[in-house]
């Protein structure tokens, strides 16, 4: 088995209660993995292919599966507003003992957490850091805790988590790899701290900008006009024409239960509304239980309803400082809500990146997760030539 640490902000209390056994053999066949690709190009996959690797996805707060691995102990991050004590907690490495030329990864999110397995599972070479972000996952308190205050919630207070990690874990240099807003936290985090970066894979690409937040939640109304009625029909009339991710987010921050709950509802169904144009998509956050929903509504809508704690144009003003930096991009023909121009944009502005274009998937789905991991193995044979 690979050396797995994962990482999510807890209390002492919590950590204890949540150990248990896990393994790798657990794990579902969310995704999987194909061939590497030729560097400095763009690519368009088509399909799925040979399947040496495994990933799991999950959306953006949804946590892990509950198979992956056991929660062990806390790093210290200090205290929330609220007066939660939190701390990042690292799972056990493994029962084999690990190289000390092993590869380390980081998950920037938990949309895209990396399991190792087949190839991927030699220890020789990976080391898979997993962590849940503040308020999502195991982390406690949960967004969707009455009265959570997520003031101590912020992009920065993400990267400073994930440099908090990389230290406590002697990691010096890491690959970091990142789906969906998780692409814009790698990129933040990268663009702080680059020379802590060995290199990225990002998926669903995404860079923070207002435009983008603007883009689903409003003008894909365009595109879908009856959802997108049902969207905003939930808000007051005189914020219907405003910031909607504000609006929405203040209206889950409610103290009405009932409130909360039709809100995380009515968000869930508009996300799979847009998510992907690709036959055969199927919805997959409105149908999650509704304790899920408020975690991941909550959240999204407090980061972006705060433009994602960033300048708008931060991620590309920055892109000289990662310039440098390996990276592959893969992003989804498909993905109506999110796009091919941010990709492309991001991959003029990134001469060590290559993109690959995936013509099967949305936002995620169809044969994009068997890109991912063959991005990883590719990042790791670049990196560490065997």
Known sequence: MSQISRICPVTDAEAERMVRPATLADLADLITATQGLPAGRVTHSRGPA?????????????????AVL???????VGLHASGHRTGPAASPESTRPISAQALSFV??????????????????????????????????????????????????????????LRSHLGIDRWVVVGGSWGVTLALVYAQRHPERVLGMVLAAVTAGHWRETQWITRDMGRVFPR??????????????????????????ASPDQAVREEAAR????????????APGYQPHLSV??????????????????????LADNEVFANMARISQI?????????????????????????????????????HFGGSMGEQFTTAIDAMADQLQPT
Not at 266 to 277: A, Q
Request: charged share 20%; aromatic share 8%.
């Open 50 to 66: 040979r399947r040496r690797g495994w990933l799991i996805g999950t959306p953006l707060a949804a946590g892990l599966a509950a």
């Open 70 to 76: 056991v929660v062990t102990g806390l790093i210290p």
């Open 107 to 164: 998950t920037s999110d938990g949309s895209v957490t990396v399991i190792v397995r087949d190839p991927l599972a030699d220890p020789a070479r990976y080391r898979a850091v997993i962590f849940d972000q503040r308020g999502c996952g195991r982390s406690r308190p949960l967004a969707s805790d009455a009265g959570a205050d997520l003031s101590a919630n912020t992009t920065g207070h993400l990267v400073a988590d994930m440099e908090r």
């Open 227 to 252: 959802q997108w009625d049902r969207f905003v029909e939930l808000l007051p009339e005189a914020e219907r024409h405003g910031d909607l991710a504000a609006a929405y987010a203040r209206l889950l």
């Open 266 to 277: 009515r968000w869930c169904e508009w996300e799979d509304t847009h998510m992907s144009l």
């Open 288 to 309: 999650r239980e509704l304790s899920w929903q408020i975690v991941f509504a909550r959240l999204v809508t407090h980061y972006w309803g705060h433009g994602c704690f």
């Open 326 to 362: 390996p990276a592959t991009l893969i992003h989804g023909l498909h993905d109506v809500s999110g796009p091919l121009d941010t990709a492309w944009e991001l991959h003029k502005a990134w001469p060590a990146s290559r993109l690959v274009v995936v013509d099967d998937a949305g």
